[in-house]
């Protein structure tokens, strides 16, 4: 059964009560409409694994961002109110208890943790009825305005991730690489925009193999890359075939610097000791992975901690905050509401695209979105991410 969570900041932490803004001296109110700011987050919180984890995680930056924006004043006055719908991570049951939930209540902002396949499933439902959307699953079309004018994803893709790698390559005077990715969708579309990508920069790309990412040895792929004589290796691989691979390479003898995209740093082998994971030992020693500046811990980002800690008030945070998207979304829209002095979808889907208005939203997971009237996907600067060694992860962070 669906479980109703109203969001209020307090110093005690989270009270599970519905209520609207009041009208206290202290309290900004919207006079035309004090009902709540309703939200619904879509997460596959009863999938197996990662899937779950990475859905708590977007859930919870959710009602974090809520418990934030309600502390400074709501949206327009209107309080925040977080709805959570378990999709199980099942398009089927996205769309069954979407149109459940729709046919008793009308959301004024829907919030999709993914994967592409509930985006796909949900999008055309959530724009037939008008509603605002933010997406973390991004599908070919879904940042599109043409088709879904009311839906902006937060996901950044392969080639604004390609700006961080040309920034660290060139800071490390790195001319030459190898690239070795999965065979999934993301893996190719990784191979095709950095094969392409890295030489318009001037980086050589001296091979670009792929691998089935349901084989157990990439020996192989390895061997092919190893002798194009790259000064690094340029990598994407995500779960148990991070693991062959960082094994194979060590079986090969070949040490070379290992550049790894953000899958590699979402995979848990990675900030796990042994026996279970890989943590500390010599097959990780070459290894440094691409992530948001958020992800990695620094005492002086004030608003990555303040979001981090009315995260642990609620809650576990149980992946890295590269899932925490949802918390700047309640930033944006916040923002986008005092610059169109509305709160209606259209009105604030075209504030969205406002320059200064994300500039004012003040958001930390990403710096700036950079949004447009003709994509409403990231467009962010390489300097947006960091490359970090494996290390435990502590809040959602690197350290």
């Known amino acids: 059964m669906r479980r109703k969570i109203t969001l209020i900041a307090a110093a005690a932490g989270l009270a599970l009560a519905l209520t609207a803004c009041g009208s206290g001296d202290d309290e900004p109110t919207n006079p035309t409409n004090t009902e709540p700011y309703r939200v619904v987050v879509l997460g596959g919180l009863g999938a197996q694994g990662v899937l779950a984890d990475n859905s708590a995680t977007s859930v919870l930056a959710a009602r974090a961002g809520a418990a934030y924006v309600n502390d400074n004043g709501g949206i327009l006055g209107r309080q925040v109110t977080v709805d959570v719908i378990d999709d199980r991570a099942d398009p089927t049951v996205a769309v069954t208890k979407l149109r459940e939930y729709l046919a008793q209540n009308k959301p004024d902002l829907v919030l999709n943790s993914g994967p592409s396949t509930i985006t796909n499933a949900t999008l055309p439902i959530l724009n037939e009825e008008g509603i605002l959307s933010f997406n973390i699953g991004a599908t070919a079309d879904s940042s599109n305005p043409a088709k879904f004018p009311l839906n902006f994803d937060l996901t950044p893709g392969a080639s604004e991730y390609l700006k961080g790698y040309i920034t660290y390559l060139k800071e490390q005077n790195i001319t030459r690489v190898g690239i070795l990715h999965g065979s999934t969708a993301y893996g190719e579309t990784f191979g095709t925009v950095f094969g392409t990508g890295l030489p318009e920069a001037g980086i050589t790309v001296t091979a670009n193999e792929v691998y089935d990412v349901a084989a157990l040895d990439m020996t192989p792929q390895l061997e092919t890359v190893k002798a194009s004589n790259p ?124 320059p200064a208005v994300q500039q004012a939203a003040g958001t930390v997971i990403i710096g700036n979105y950079g949004f447009t009237a003709e994509a409403h996907a990231p467009n962010v600067t390489g300097e947006e991410f960091a490359f970090v060694k494996p290390s435990a992860i502590k809040n959602g962070q690197y350290s």
Not at 297 to 319: C, F, Q, S, W
Not at 342 to 348: G, K, Y
């Open 231 to 354: 000064e690094a290796l340029v990598l994407d691989a995500y779960g148990a075939p991070l693991g062959y691979i960082l094994r194979n390479v060590d079986k090969l003898g070949w040490d070379v610097p290992i550049i790894g995209n953000s899958s590699v740093a979402a995979t848990g082998i990675i900030s796990t000791p042994e026996p279970d994971g890989l943590l500390g030992t010599p097959l990780v020693e070459n290894l440094v992975m691409e992530v948001f500046k958020s992800t990695k811990y620094d005492p002086a980002a004030t608003g990555v901690n303040e979001a981090v800690r009315h995260m642990t008030a609620l809650g576990e945070i149980k992946a890295t905050l590269i899932l925490a998207y949802n918390y700047d979304a309640l930033l944006l829209v916040k923002a986008a509401a005092e610059k169109a002095q509305a709160t209606d979808a259209q009105s604030l889907a075209a504030a969205l695209v406002d």
